[in-house]
Nanobody, 123 residues
Framework: QVQLVESGGGLVQAGGSLRLSCAAP????????MGWFRQAPGEEREFVAG????????AYADSVKGRFTISRDNAKNTVWLQMNSLKPEDTAVYYCAAAYGSMSYRGHDFTSWGQGTQVTVST
């Protein structure tokens, strides 16, 4: 189990940007594929973006391609989600998650989850 600490959510107008951070202290961070998921009220949790342990491979949901960027710094044990051109439909609680050994887009492959951070995009 990996402790994940998220930050960076908030309220932003449509078209604006936010950057989410997720720190994972006290682990060999490069051993974990990392992902961002989100869940809107009344909706199922959905994959947003994922990155391999080395940072060399990334994957995105079609709904965020070209607008969101996932990145990581293994020296800082941190992964980020840069969100640009935000839309009201991006409003959700965003969760950081860790999967030991490889990158995945499937929620059940991730064994550790952050507490979630609220992102609200107003019109």
């Amino acid at each position: 189990q990996v402790q994940l600490v998220e930050s960076g959510g908030g309220l932003v107008q449509a078209g604006g940007s936010l950057r989410l951070s997720c720190a994972a202290p006290r682990v060999t961070f490069r051993s974990y594929g990392m992902g961002w998921f989100r869940q809107a009220p009344g909706e199922e949790r959905e994959f947003v973006a994922g990155i391999s342990g080395s940072g060399g491979f990334t994957a995105y949901a079609d709904s965020v391609k070209g607008r969101f960027t996932i990145s990581r710094d293994n020296a800082k044990n941190t992964v980020w989600l840069q969100m640009n051109s935000l839309k009201p439909e991006d409003t959700a609680v965003y969760y950081c998650a860790a999967a030991y050994g490889s990158m995945s887009y499937r929620g059940h492959d991730f064994t550790s989850w952050g507490q979630g951070t609220q992102v609200t995009v107003s019109t």
